[in-house]
């Protein structure tokens, strides 16, 4: 199992297994990719920030942290050098240079929802969606749905409802996904948003913007 | 010659790293993230070395003795180096001493 902790990746995985169930299904679930104290660590971050109504157009309504400190880790874990490559290997895209994403919270309400749609941006080159399930309480409903768009056909559900459980999925002009509303009464919360390829290299970007050399 | 009495810290000083703190490893250097600034700082690759001893070694007599043991370095410049990146690591919040 590979896990992302506070010192970087650690642990295997079977890349050819998963690059096969990733070709055949356009998706893959990786349990447990956060570390529960790394996880401790952003939910500690995320009960004390407030929380902003966000709007996507037509799209979706949902809330996000205002405080930075939980993106600001969930980006720095992501974006290592060695995951990177097991994504690359995984989903068969060589041009993967970083991951962008964001947190939201979608409420057992009818005014958050999500609704179809492919990801695909006219001048940024997403090339594979990952969200990360940062719920710490299984909540029902909210689940990820993938469909072929000239047919309509749904090619996979996948309740993503284990704390610090991610999935990948393919971004594709031919395919669609949307999450179902979250029933019941527990919210979920996930950190969701692109593999990039060009100008998307986060520790670049980051060393280039604001550091200092101990 | 430098004297390691002129230093907070000492051989004997035990350390622990703040939980507040990432660590991402770059072609052999480090980045470290202190997540309550945000602020991000860079180890060359001696001083990443020295960050990840400092994880597994109880005191700082224990992670200069593994460098000397891994590089070509006597024990004065080596005690006088581990010292004072732990001096300046403590000064911007990224680990504590006791």
């Known amino acids: 199992m590979i896990e992302l902790t506070k010192d970087g990746m650690t642990g295997s995985a079977d890349s050819g297994a998963l690059q096969e169930q990733f070709e055949q299904t356009h998706t893959v679930r990786l349990p447990g990719l956060i570390r529960p104290d790394l996880m401790r660590i952003v939910s500690a971050h995320l009960e004390q920030s407030p929380w902003d109504v966000k709007e996507h157009g037509k799209i979706g309504r949902e809330i996000v942290p205002a405080d930075p400190e939980a993106m600001f880790a969930l980006h720095f874990v992501v974006n290592g050098p060695g995951f990177l490559e097991l994504i690359r290997q995984i989903t068969g895209c060589p041009r993967i240079e970083g991951f962008m994403g964001r947190i939201y919270r979608m409420l057992p309400d009818p005014s958050h929802y999500d609704s179809w749609h492919s990801d695909i941006h006219q001048t940024e080159e997403r090339l594979i969606g990952m969200s990360i399930n940062l719920s710490p309480t299984a909540y029902d409903g909210g689940v990820f749905r993938l469909r072929d768009e000239q047919s309509g056909n749904i090619l996979c559900e996948l309740p993503n409802t284990g704390w610090g459980d991610a999935i990948l999925f393919r971004l594709s002009p031919n395919l669609r996904h949307m999450v179902t509303a979250v029933e019941g009464g527990v919210p979920k919360t996930a950190f969701a948003g692109w593999f990039k390829s060009s100008a998307c290299n986060f520790f670049s970007m980051m060393l280039e913007a604001d550091h200092s050399k101990v | ?98």
Do not use: N
């Open chain 2, 1 to 98: 010659m430098t004297d390691p009495t002129m230093h907070e810290v000492s051989t004997a000083t035990r350390v622990k790293i703040s939980d507040e703190v990432l660590f991402q490893e770059l072609q052999g250097e480090a980045v470290l993230l202190e997540l309550k600034t945000g602020v991000y700082f860079g180890l060359d690759k001696i001083g990443t070395r020295v960050w990840q001893l400092l994880g597994e070694q109880a005191t700082l007599g224990g992670v200069v003795e593994a460098m000397m043991h891994e590089f070509d370095v006597s024990e004065e410049r080596c005690t006088e180096d581990v010292l004072t990146l732990v001096e300046r690591l403590k000064e911007q919040g990224l680990l504590t001493t006791e």
